[in-house]
């Protein structure tokens, strides 16, 4: 692997029936909540879990006939090897329980990934980047030809969707994960609900009469979960739902990991919840997610950085569907950028903050 530099570094290589057709209009998972509250979990677990491996032992005086016996103190554990990067993609689907496991094996299956975020973690651990990839943006899907990004779950699972992402980004992709909407609702619930600062005020379509006035809203698990579906209250539909989507994850970042790492019941809580719901490939244990989430123990409060992959606006399929066009220059531009080890200076650049 090559010497990370302040910035990163590249990674290394590591269906019931379809719904009815308003169903599917209103999919839309927050794929990065599951990840995110995970890791969340698995620091609270790994910083809250005692220590009595390296305890010292009890110093009971020897009887006074009996000479003293000196133990060998206990060899030092080996340090934990440092941190190397990581890209995680985050993919969201109105799976159910069966499909889960069809989707993981790359088997096709009447699901679409609805959302995609790209997660770069340098391996200086000084920041955390997430690319939002847009649901209809119209790229070439490996083995299938140009079509929406996200119909590659459709096509073949988790394994293309991630082949698609890696393809279409020029990376590696270390770990690929997958929830589903009542997970979404059940982790928010789960912490507690989440505050989110509305900067764009807006009534649902979703459930009419529900508003979400400008200032920090606190929401439960249901009204999370209009949050980040909601597209049509918007003008630019999609592009705004992706930024709103942005907001919540980092206020879920920052709630899940202040709260579990102060309390165990809680950290315990959202195993429970979190876990059994959760579909990842096979390498993201529990442990592993605890060495990931401890490695961020001096990253900044404000380490997260999310955007959305540039496009070139929207447009119509040669077989009639709305699209969304890619900018193959601006992608270009970050795949170097991540190659190069240099995706902080294309964020600093371009004055990136959540949802540009």
Do not use: C
């Not at 928010?188 to 009469?209: R, W």
């Not at 400008?214 to 992706?242: H, I, M, P, S, T």
């Amino acid at each position: 692997m090559a010497t990370p530099e302040p910035a990163d570094q590249p990674a290394t290589p590591p269906p019931p029936p379809a719904p009815p057709a308003a169903q599917k209009r209103r999919r839309i998972l927050f794929a990065a909540l599951g990840l995110l509250l995970a890791v969340g979990i698995a620091a609270a677990a790994f910083l809250m879990a005692p220590r009595t491996e390296n305890a010292a032992p009890p110093q009971t005086p020897a009887p006074s006939a009996t000479p003293t016996v000196t133990k060998k103190p206990k060899p030092t554990p080996p340090p934990e090897p440092p941190p190397t990067a990581l890209n995680i993609l985050l993919v969201g689907s109105d799976s159910r329980d069966n499909q889960r496991a069809a989707a993981a094996a790359g088997k096709p299956s009447n699901q679409l990934a609805d959302s995609i975020v790209f997660l770069h973690i340098p391996a200086n651990r000084k920041q955390a980047y997430g690319i939002s990839l847009m649901r209809d943006l119209w790229v070439d899907i490996p083995g299938h030809g140009q079509a929406k990004i996200n119909s590659s779950m459709l096509m073949g699972g988790l394994p293309l969707v991630t082949r698609t992402v890696e393809s279409l980004l020029g990376q590696h992709i270390n770990h690929t994960v997958m929830v589903d909407f009542q997970t979404f609702a059940a982790l928010t619930d789960a912490v507690g609900g989440v505050d989110v600062n509305v900067k764009l005020p807006f009534e649902s379509t979703i459930d009419p009469g529900v508003k979400f006035p400008a200032g920090v809203n606190r929401l439960n698990g249901a009204r999370a979960l209009d949050f980040v579906r909601e597209r049509k209250a918007f003008v630019d539909g999609d592009y705004q739902r992706v930024r709103n989507q942005q907001t919540f994850l980092k206020a879920v970042l920052t709630k899940v990991v202040k709260q579990g790492a102060t309390d165990r019941a809680t950290a315990r809580k959202l195993a429970t919840t979190a876990l059994p719901r959760i579909t990842v490939t096979p390498g993201l244990t529990l442990d592993a997610l605890a060495r990931l989430a401890f490695s961020f123990h001096t990253t900044p409060a404000n380490g997260a950085v999310f955007f959305t992959l540039p496009t070139a606006g929207v447009g119509t399929s040669a077989d009639g569907q709305s699209i969304v066009l890619e900018d193959p220059a601006a992608t270009a531009e970050i795949a170097a950028a991540l190659r190069a080890n240099k995706i902080s200076n294309y964020v600093a650049a371009h004055k990136l903050q959540n949802g540009n």
